[in-house]
């Protein structure tokens, strides 16, 4: 039965497979952005430059409607562009602080520009893992529309938040940001919200100074020869490549190993006259930073990496650009 205290419906980012409709409580929506200010450091002007059809984008707006301050809107229209951004930037007039929120696409290609984010007390980026090199106001944010966004800053939960690494290494995260439940699936509710913690497809770890590091997506581990390989591991280290812009790591059936690794790499698009690295390349860069079983063993290059509208990586599209590559 759906609840009445229930104020937005806002889909998951689908990136293995059909979104959800999770379903957020004005008071989860209401912590989650007060707790985020405080952690901050206070109320200030936000530039919203996400679509308000994903949590990220909403919560700038409640974050602006709890600070009191009216946020500058990035039109995107046209997709997102670093000259757009820059002067979107220049329209922050509030004075106090400033802050935006991105995907570490958007980021990406705002150092890629050159482009001088000093201005910006904090810019909290999530969606994915960030490899590159950042400024010091960049927060690392992770988290789900079933956590009303992000709820661990740099490692560390927002007031309220409890994380708890479960068995096998699963993520479970409870308190008062947690969703009341998937709309019209109690099915799927019931095996992610459970005593009213969101359990997680997500592992993790603590690491020496209590900070939450996440090691990838349960359903995402590859076992080639029977060794375990998350796919975020091999992702977090293809994109420390100079030439690698973006990197999606999948397995696939193989009779041999059980699966195989396979990336999918595309090119830095401020590099775009430079191709990505070739399949040599890539295995030998894997090679002396993983293990055997770790290394793909097919490389895929492609002029852009399917992505969703959230910044992550469409592994339902990746999947299917690599079946067709093995039909071929």
Same mark, same amino acid.
Not at 13 to 31: D, E
Not at 187 to 211: E, F, K, N, P, S
């Given at each position: ?8 419906v806002?889909?998951?980012s689908?990136? #293995? ?9 004005? #008071? ?11 952690r ?11 679509p ?9 707006l409640?974050r ?16 997102f ?15 106090g602080?400033?802050? #935006?929120?991105?995907?570490p ?8 520009a ?6 910006y007390?904090a ?15 960049v927060v690392?944010?992770y ?11 740099d ?24 969703f ?6 109690? &099915?799927?509710?019931a095996a992610?919200?459970? &005593? ?5 497809? &997500?592992?993790?770890?603590w ?7 996440v090691?990838?997506?349960?359903d995402?581990v590859?076992? #080639?020869g ?5 796919a975020a ?12 812009g ?9 009779d041999e ?9 595309a090119?830095v698009?401020?590099l ?7 399949p ?10 993983l293990?055997?079983?770790a ?12 992505m969703?509208a959230?910044?992550?990586p ?5 999947r299917?650009?690599?079946?067709a590559?093995?039909?071929?």
């Amino acid at each position: 039965m759906e609840r009445d205290d229930v104020a937005l419906v806002v889909p998951t980012s689908g990136s #293995s497979g059909t979104p959800k409709g999770a379903l957020l409580t004005a #008071s989860a929506l209401l912590h989650s952005a007060r707790a985020t200010l405080d952690r901050l450091g206070g109320a200030g002007q936000w530039l919203l430059a996400m679509p308000v059809t994903h949590v990220a984008g909403l919560q700038v707006l409640v974050r602006s409607l709890v600070g009191g301050v009216a946020p500058v809107v990035l039109d995107l229209s046209a997709g997102f562009t670093a000259e757009a951004f820059v002067a979107a930037t220049a329209r922050l007039d509030a004075g106090g602080r400033r802050y #935006s929120a991105l995907v570490p696409t958007q980021l990406r290609r705002l150092l890629d520009a050159g482009v001088d984010l000093s201005a910006y007390d904090a810019i909290l980026v999530g969606g994915a893992a960030l490899s590159f090199t950042v400024p010091p106001n960049v927060v690392r944010t992770y988290g789900m529309s079933e956590t009303c966004g992000g709820c661990v800053y740099d490692g560390r939960p927002l007031a309220g938040v409890d994380v708890v690494i479960g068995a096998g290494g699963r993520i479970s995260i409870g308190g008062p940001v947690v969703f009341a439940g998937y709309r019209l699936r109690p &099915d799927l509710t019931a095996a992610a919200l459970v &005593d009213g913690r969101h359990v997680t497809a &997500d592992l993790g770890a603590w690491t020496a100074d209590g900070r939450l590091e996440v090691r990838g997506r349960v359903d995402d581990v590859i076992v #080639s020869g029977g060794v375990n390989v998350p796919a975020a591991m091999v992702e977090a280290v293809l994109s420390e490549h100079p030439l690698v812009g973006a990197v999606a790591v999948v397995g696939v059936p193989d009779d041999e190993w059980g699966e195989q690794v396979v990336a999918v790499v595309a090119g830095v698009e401020a590099l775009a006259a430079t191709p990505p690295p070739g399949p040599a390349e890539v295995r030998a860069f894997c090679a002396a930073r993983l293990e055997p079983a770790a290394v793909p063993r097919l490389v895929i290059s492609v002029d852009r990496l399917p992505m969703l509208a959230s910044g992550k990586p469409d592994r339902t599209a990746v999947r299917s650009l690599v079946a067709a590559h093995l039909a071929r």
